[in-house]
């Protein structure tokens, strides 16, 4: 797997971070200059995918509030508790970095990692990708004959088919 290939993932991983901060109301100016001082700071391009960020980074993140976003500690606070953290929840790490990512969470079926399905949403523990069981739900209508033709449990193809019908409406 090329360098190239991974920092597209992590690039568009970082997204769905940047993404989450904006759904909470952190205007892009905050976030680019949370980016900019993190990047410094955690010597990292992608500073919400470490694993230092993951276990240091709270601590980071809230004595540099003024400095980064120009906000309270007690936004911060909330920032971390109902974006940050939740997000970095949903990430594996191997050697410092993210190479996996849940986006319905750990406890469910979907899976994000550029070496399995080209990086492209899978079931966990199989190769198969999230918007193939999509598609042939569609052409068979039914789960249940779904989950039998692949050999997986019925809440992977439930999962598949609302990560995929998420992700669409995006």
């Known amino acids: 797997q090329s360098n190239q290939e991974m920092l ?43 694993q230092r960020f993951y276990v240091g980074g709270k601590q980071v993140f809230l004595e540099n509030l003024e400095t980064m976003m120009e906000i309270s500690s007690t936004q911060g606070q909330l920032a971390w508790a109902s974006v940050i953290l939740p997000f970095l929840h949903e990430l594996d790490f191997m050697e410092e970095l993210a190479v996996g990512w849940w986006p319905l969470g750990r406890k469910n079926f979907v899976l994000v990692n550029p070496d399995y399905g080209y990086g ?23 789960m249940n004959e779904v989950a039998k033709e692949f050999e997986i449990p019925f809440e992977a193809v439930q999962q598949a088919i609302l990560f995929e019908d998420k992700r669409l409406a995006a």
């Open 120 to 142: 492209l949403p899978i079931i966990a523990g199989t190769f198969v990708r999230t918007e193939i069981l999509k598609d042939r739900f569609l052409s068979v209508g039914d």
């Open 8 to 50: 597209s993932y992590h690039a568009a991983l970082q997204m769905v971070a940047v993404a989450a901060l904006r759904r909470d109301g952190v205007s892009m100016r905050h976030i680019r200059n949370m980016l900019r001082f993190l990047r410094t700071e955690m010597e990292n391009p992608y500073p919400f995918l470490t």
